[in-house]
């Protein structure tokens, strides 16, 4: 008599290992979609080969190439117009962002580790922007400075009307670093900025309530760029740091 029992673990077993056939096709097929992409120095908005031509030149079935790019689409490498075809994406950094985004408020929720995630975030940004500070001090002008300090002193008049200005911070910085002309900087801040402010968002933390404490770190780093006190100006930028992990930690706990 046969075994049921084989015979219905073999049964199970097919699901499974189709499915890990296909994630291998899927990500074959994925591989050669960016490297078609590269070899063919295809920019942003390029029209991609189609759907038919994809399946004939790598030899796989239209199934398997519309899971790889929409795959890829995830990934913002391509960008699928339904009705129009495939074309390259923008390959920015939406999908870093709302991956780490995740991660921040997925760790948010353990209690054990409360401000562990959003405190390597704004870490791992504080590194970034002190290293800047070195290299950013000898390039900016006259005019760049005076630029930083008009921002700061619109902060100043929107704290003093209780307004918030947190995209006055955000322009602080990308202004801050714009005369290194590294076009990744700015991408970067932004997405540790745009985390969190969503993490903020969600949570319901509100705004740092001494606004004034804001403006005067933000001014201490425009007064010790216009020094030309590298020192004092990375020290300036870590007490600001200090300030947001301190407000971050206090909101966690549902103080302040």
Do not use: C
């Not at 890990?20 to 029209?47: F, H, K, N, Y």
């Not at 353990?110 to 390039?139: K, N, S, W, Y």
């Amino acid at each position: 008599m046969p075994d049921r029992r084989a015979s219905d673990d073999s049964r199970n077993s097919l699901p499974l290992a189709r499915s890990t056939r296909e994630r291998r096709v899927s990500s074959q097929i994925q591989r050669e979609v960016t490297q078609l992409i590269l070899d063919r120095r295809l920019r942003a908005g390029a029209p991609l080969p189609t759907e038919t031509d994809l399946m004939e030149s790598l030899g796989v079935s239209r199934n398997s190439v519309r899971e790889a790019l929409k795959a890829l689409q995830a990934l913002d490498i391509v960008e699928i117009r339904h009705g129009y075809g495939t074309y390259v994406g923008q390959a920015s950094l939406t999908p870093f962002v709302d991956g780490l985004t995740f991660r921040t408020l997925a760790r948010q929720g353990d209690d054990t580790d409360e401000t562990g995630a959003l405190a390597e975030i704004l870490q791992v940004r504080e590194v970034l922007e002190e290293g800047l500070m070195r290299r950013v001090a000898g390039e900016l002008s006259d005019g760049e400075l005076a630029r930083l300090e008009r921002v700061v002193d619109r902060m100043e008049e929107a704290g003093l009307a209780g307004r918030p200005f947190p995209e006055l911070d955000r322009e602080f910085h990308e202004l801050l670093y714009a005369p290194l002309g590294n076009a990744l900087v700015p991408q970067l801040l932004g997405a540790f900025w745009t985390v969190f402010r969503r993490v903020s968002g969600v949570r319901g933390w509100t705004d740092d309530p001494a606004p004034a404490v804001t403006v005067r770190r933000h001014r201490d780093i425009v007064v010790a760029l216009r020094a030309h006190d590298v020192d004092a100006a990375q020290r300036a930028m870590a007490d600001h740091f200090r300030g947001i992990e301190a407000r971050a930690a206090q909101e966690s706990r549902g103080v302040g």
